[in-house]
């Protein structure tokens, strides 16, 4: 069993600059925000980032969230700042090379397979549902067979305050990643007790 500490807390879907004044208090691992994505609802635009970015405590790290990335958005994000890369669906070998970020790639449970194992630059795997960023879990015995080739292994996928220990006691991942998990009951944007609770729960686990 791992290490409470070893386990850490990406918040994904990050809008606000209210939701950057939570992070900055309770200091989660990582953050992501879903660039170029016009079908989410937690998409925001270049600018928006560049603010939050911005405000956001330099302790904590930046994910850059995009599905099937193409090289001009690839090199908006990198001229950003961003910490990272998070890949959904698809990347050519010609973006994949022009990639100086570390990439998470994500696998969506039932969909595709894991691929691109050994490049240098991928630094772990997202597993989630089928359809991420909807709250939907996924059978979790399903990841346990999952490889992940010394990559981090990223648990996303319906997690939330209720189910967490749960499920770090059954996968013992490497990071949590929550979105949906954290929102308001509008769905409409995080909220900050849900968020504090979120991290309470993963950093009190034995």
């Not at 660039?35 to 956001?56: G, M």
């Not at 700042?81 to 990347?91: A, C, L, N, P, R």
Request: some cysteine; charged content about 25%.
């Amino acid at each position: 069993m791992r290490n409470k500490k070893q386990i850490k807390v990406k918040i994904c879907g990050i809008t606000e600059l209210s939701e950057i004044k939570v992070i900055n208090e309770v200091l989660p691992d990582y953050i992501g925000m879903v660039l170029f994505c016009e079908s989410s609802k937690r998409n925001i635009s270049l600018e928006k980032a560049k603010e939050l970015l911005k405000a956001l405590d330099p302790r904590v790290l930046a994910v850059a969230v995009v599905v099937a990335p193409n090289l001009e958005q690839v090199t908006a994000i990198q001229e950003l700042g961003f910490h990272m890369i998070q890949i959904h669906k698809e990347v050519t070998q010609e973006v994949l090379e022009h990639i100086s970020l570390p990439i998470w790639k994500a696998y969506h449970m039932n969909q595709e397979d894991i691929d691109l194992l050994t490049h240098p630059s991928i630094m772990g795997y997202v597993i989630d549902s089928v359809n991420p960023g909807s709250g939907q879990i996924f059978d979790w015995e399903e990841a346990l067979d999952i490889k992940t080739y010394g990559k981090l292994f990223i648990l996303a996928g319906g997690l939330h305050e209720g189910n967490i220990h749960d499920a770090i006691f059954l996968l013992h991942p490497d990071v949590v990643d929550v979105s949906s998990g954290v929102e308001r009951k509008d769905g409409n944007g995080k909220d900050g007790e849900k968020i504090k609770t979120f991290i309470e729960k993963v950093r009190s686990y034995e």
